[in-house]
């Protein structure tokens, strides 16, 4: 059966040297993101062609040769586009370290340790529309070690599971002609988007919008979040964020909407008719103005291991830079016996004009490199 491994770095070709020796398996090529890549180098000792991607984004389908049963990913950020898995005659398989269709996307073992979860595992998965929502070809799974690292599970677990796992597919495709084909069930799926070192500025929260407060208390019974989504929904209002829970069998919660301000009275009156329904409401309303003369307001998440001194250490960053915090909500999560609790921090600031977007990423970067923590920063409009 004649493969191409699509891949780079150790794992890359750490896979290529496993498959090599499976009997019947040969390569018609490597594909590798940049020449000096350490799988470029092992294919080329190995007397391999090595395909070195133009675009580092996509597989093309010039770089499948004809007569490719099999492509093979491992380890590779570059899409294997539509076209260049037809020319191959099973099409493609990867290996995620996870069991998906939990944790698609590019962190997928950070945000295992994120989230806090006991269990772990690998799934080869069929190459498809979709980052990593193609049908499954094999699985397994394996514990969380208490406090272990995302670097620590990958090398003791993950990665040994990835070669055991594409070894065991290859050798499955090389006997029967087929690969083994489970659909992802879509219910359990979540994303694991790549964590995010530096400080992030995008446009957010529309001018000419009205705030609604919303806190709601009353008996616990299914339904309460749904009648206040419709609600909000039916006149077009935007659910910015929400603290709700079930406290001594009532449910008690406080809800942000933002209206389109033509509509603000209507939805008001609308959530106030629920009410009727034995629930308690209190409605604040404000105009969504924008931050005051030579201010402007920043949405800052904050994400890492709790330790002591996260928030004044941020606090003290933001006062000298003469930063002022609106609000301020902090909550530690995630706390289990294979993975150390996490701390996290979301508020709004009042920026001066003055502190440049440049200057503020300077101030920010230096808490997510020190202290080991994801923050992102939006803009909620001027």
Not at 100 to 114: C, D, F, K, N, Q
Not at 247 to 261: C, I, N
Request: glycine share 8%.
């Amino acid at each position: 059966m004649q493969c191409v491994l699509a891949g780079s770095r150790y794992f890359g070709a750490t896979v290529l040297e496993a498959l090599r020796r499976e009997a019947g398996v040969t390569f018609a090529c490597v594909i590798v993101p940049a020449a000096d890549d350490r799988l470029a180098l092992a294919a080329a000792k190995s007397g391999l062609p090595v395909h070195v991607l133009a675009n580092p984004k996509i597989v093309p389908a010039e770089a499948i040769p004809e007569g490719t049963d099999l492509v093979v990913a491992a380890h590779t950020h570059a899409r294997i586009s539509d076209e260049a898995l037809a020319r191959s005659r099973l099409g493609g398989i990867g290996y995620h370290p996870s069991l998906l269709p939990r944790h698609r996307g590019i962190a997928a073992v950070e945000w295992t340790i994120l989230e806090g979860d006991p269990i772990a595992g690998g799934s080869v998965y069929h190459l498809a529309d979709g980052w990593d929502a193609g049908p499954i070809a094999a699985q397994d799974w394996c514990f969380v070690a208490r406090g272990e690292s995302a670097r620590e599970l990958w090398e003791r677990a993950l990665a040994p599971m990835g070669l055991d796992l594409l070894a065991r597919v290859v050798r499955h495709a090389r006997d029967h002609g087929e690969l083994p084909a489970k659909p992802q069930d879509a219910r359990f799926a979540t994303r694991a988007p790549m964590l995010r070192r530096a400080v992030v500025l995008d446009e957010h929260a529309p001018p000419g919008t009205t705030s609604l407060v919303v806190t709601v208390v009353g008996p616990d019974r299914p339904g309460i979040v749904r009648m206040l989504s419709e609600r909000a929904q039916r006149f077009g209002a935007n659910w910015e964020a929400s603290r709700l829970s079930r406290l001594a069998g009532e449910f008690a919660g406080m809800v942000h909407f933002e209206v389109p301000g033509e509509n603000a009275d209507a939805l008001a009156a609308s959530l106030q008719g629920l009410e009727s329904s034995g629930l308690k409401l209190v409605i604040a309303k404000s105009d969504a103005s924008g931050a005051p003369a030579g201010m402007r307001s920043i949405d800052l998440s904050l994400v890492g291991d709790d330790r002591v001194g996260i928030v004044s250490h941020l606090t003290r960053i933001l006062a000298e830079a003469g930063i002022s915090i609106e609000h301020i909500h902090t909550e530690v999560v995630g706390s289990t016996a294979a993975a150390p609790k996490k701390f996290k921090v979301s508020a709004h600031l009042l920026v001066p004009n003055a502190v440049a977007t440049d200057d503020l990423r300077k101030h920010l970067e230096p808490v997510a490199s020190e202290m080991k923590v994801d923050i992102a920063l939006g803009n909620r409009g001027d």
